[in-house]
């Protein structure tokens, strides 16, 4: 039991490493992102007024959580950032703070320039602080480049964190797995996978009872035994129907992997032997979606850049094997802070024209060849490419892409 423990918690961290990774700009939540940050980028009297009206939404929520108690006759000197001011923070800055203090640590910038807080919330948190003095004739506008940049920046993590959130309840609900059976490892199942309306005998095996960390498992059909090796083989088996217009359905059997390189092997009974017809990334339950109508989307690990994912488009051929229906360019949705100018292509052609990508913005990695150019979207819709030489060293500047961009991902 205590195993199944580990392996639950383990498999619940690499599914919130995916989140994060590929799904925290996906197209399900670039909007509320993507709207979030707009405001900050272009906007920043309505950043204030935002500020101002979700204090007043979440004042009452977390007022008590976020603000450190204390005699409201003692007064601290402390900042979460006290050079945000002077220096541009950094991602290490970001992740050394607490979010739930972002916030606060972003409204400190403007704090520190005497802003008159119109919430209670911030006020008070501000007021008990030595070095606050608020003034009326306080304006945006005397805010410096670097402060405006500091401000941009926590508001781009607070937006991740919001985003996190979201994509959380979002998963337990889009995830509710359609078109597929479920069935346990160790025990007899019977199905008709041919469509002669015949049952065929089903057992999944695998090596003993703590599996969390095997290498081995056994899918038999008709007595038949196929025998797979891998890394950590889920628990359970899944009998799909690619494609509703054929007799046949297909069973998965999903590996974990080492380090969240999920794999499917998919399989077919033609009535006399189990054949297999292809391995494709993700899990059953996880990355992989089937319609039913032949045609089947998978996540995939993109090869350059940084840690990310995309969807590769597979359909069965007609000797039913699985095969992948070519893609020029994968889309991808991954929003990340410039940190850097940087120089983009209209096309992957760099003769083509080309245009500056603004330092301290927000913008969207839209897709990628996967294999030299990666495709940026900037939030008023601009789009334009980058090439990389190798992994991820941005061709013509001799500077790896984290250079340019904070919120890259380096998973293993
Ligand atoms: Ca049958
Ligand atoms: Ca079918």
Same mark, same amino acid.
């Given at each position: 039991?205590?195993?199944?423990?580990?392996?639950?918690?383990?498999?619940?961290?690499?599914?919130?490493?995916?989140?994060?990774?590929?799904?925290?700009?996906?197209?399900?939540?670039?909007?509320?992102?993507?709207?979030?940050?707009?405001?900050?980028?272009?906007?920043?009297?309505?950043?204030?007024?935002?500020?101002?009206?979700?204090? @007043?939404?979440?004042?009452?929520?977390?007022?008590?959580?976020?603000?450190?108690?204390?005699?409201?006759?003692?007064?601290?000197?402390?900042?979460?950032?006290?050079?945000?001011? @002077?220096?541009?923070?950094?991602?290490?800055?970001?992740?050394?703070?607490?979010?739930?203090?972002?916030?606060?640590?972003?409204?400190?910038?403007?704090?520190?320039?005497?802003?008159?807080?119109?919430?209670?919330?911030?006020?008070?948190?501000?007021?008990?602080?030595?070095?606050?003095?608020?003034?009326?004739?306080? @304006?945006?506008?005397?805010?410096?480049?670097?402060?405006?940049?500091?401000?941009?920046?926590?508001?781009?993590?607070?937006?991740?964190?919001?985003?996190?959130?979201?994509?959380?309840?979002?998963?337990?609900?889009?995830?509710?797995?359609?078109?597929?059976?479920?069935?346990?490892?160790?025990?007899?199942?019977?199905?008709?996978?041919?469509?002669?309306?015949?049952?065929?005998?089903?057992?999944?095996?695998?090596?003993? !009872?703590?599996?969390?960390?095997?290498?081995?498992?056994?899918?038999?059909?008709?007595?038949?035994?196929?025998?797979? !090796?891998?890394?950590?083989?889920?628990?359970?088996?899944?009998?799909?129907?690619?494609?509703?217009?054929?007799?046949?359905?297909?069973?998965?059997?999903?590996?974990?992997?080492?380090?969240?390189?999920?794999?499917? !092997?998919?399989?077919?009974?033609?009535?006399? =032997?189990?054949?297999?017809?292809?391995?494709?990334?993700?899990?059953?339950?996880?990355?992989?979606?089937?319609?039913?109508?032949?045609?089947?989307?998978?996540?995939?690990?993109?090869?350059?850049?940084?840690?990310?994912?995309?969807?590769?488009?597979?359909?069965?051929?007609?000797?039913?094997?699985?095969?992948?229906?070519?893609?020029?360019?994968?889309?991808?949705?991954?929003?990340?802070?410039?940190?850097?100018?940087? =120089?983009?292509?209209?096309?992957?052609?760099? =003769?083509?024209?080309?245009?500056?990508?603004?330092?301290?913005?927000?913008?969207?990695?839209?897709?990628?060849?996967?294999?030299?150019?990666?495709?940026?979207?900037?939030?008023?819709?601009?789009?334009?490419?980058?090439?990389?030489?190798?992994?991820?060293?941005?061709?013509?500047?001799?500077?790896?892409?984290?250079?340019?961009?904070?919120?890259?991902?380096?998973?293993?």
């Amino acid at each position: 039991m205590a195993k199944n423990g580990g392996f639950m918690m383990q498999r619940l961290l690499l599914i919130l490493v995916l989140i994060v990774v590929a799904f925290t700009g996906c197209s399900t939540d670039e909007k509320s992102l993507g709207n979030k940050s707009n405001n900050t980028n272009n906007k920043t009297e309505v950043n204030m007024e935002n500020t101002k009206k979700s204090e @007043k939404g979440n004042i009452e929520a977390k007022e008590k959580e976020a603000i450190p108690e204390g005699t409201s006759t003692e007064y601290t000197n402390d900042f979460f950032f006290p050079q945000s001011d @002077k220096v541009k923070l950094t991602q290490d800055d970001m992740y050394n703070i607490e979010s739930k203090d972002l916030e606060l640590a972003r409204n400190e910038i403007y704090a520190r320039r005497g802003y008159v807080f119109k919430s209670e919330r911030f006020s008070n948190y501000f007021g008990k602080k030595g070095w606050y003095s608020p003034r009326e004739d306080f @304006k945006t506008a005397e805010l410096t480049p670097v402060e405006m940049y500091n401000i941009k920046l926590i508001f781009y993590f607070e937006s991740l964190n919001k985003t996190y959130e979201e994509v959380e309840n979002k998963i337990t609900v889009s995830e509710k797995i359609k078109n597929i059976e479920i069935y346990d490892r160790n025990k007899e199942v019977y199905v008709d996978l041919n469509g002669d309306g015949i049952e065929e005998k089903i057992l999944y095996k695998t090596n003993g !009872e703590d599996f969390s960390y095997g290498n081995a498992c056994e899918l038999l059909v008709n007595g038949q035994e196929i025998r797979l !090796e891998g890394s950590s083989f889920l628990n359970s088996f899944a009998i799909v129907d690619i494609d509703k217009r054929d007799k046949i359905k297909e069973i998965v059997i999903s590996d974990e992997g080492p380090s969240s390189d999920y794999i499917s !092997e998919f399989f077919y009974y033609d009535g006399k =032997k189990t054949l297999e017809i292809g391995t494709i990334e993700g899990l059953y339950d996880f990355g992989i979606k089937i319609g039913g109508l032949g045609e089947f989307s998978a996540i995939s690990r993109a090869d350059i850049l940084h840690t990310w994912w995309f969807d590769r488009l597979y359909k069965l051929n007609s000797h039913h094997k699985i095969v992948e229906i070519e893609q020029d360019v994968f889309d991808a949705n991954y929003s990340v802070f410039v940190k850097k100018p940087l =120089k983009l292509y209209v096309s992957r052609d760099s =003769k083509s024209d080309s245009f500056m990508l603004k330092e301290g913005t927000v913008v969207n990695l839209a897709g990628t060849d996967n294999k030299e150019w990666c495709l940026v979207e900037t939030k008023d819709g601009k789009r334009g490419w980058f090439a990389l030489e190798g992994y991820d060293e941005i061709r013509g500047t001799n500077l790896n892409a984290w250079e340019f961009f904070i919120g890259l991902c380096y998973a293993d």
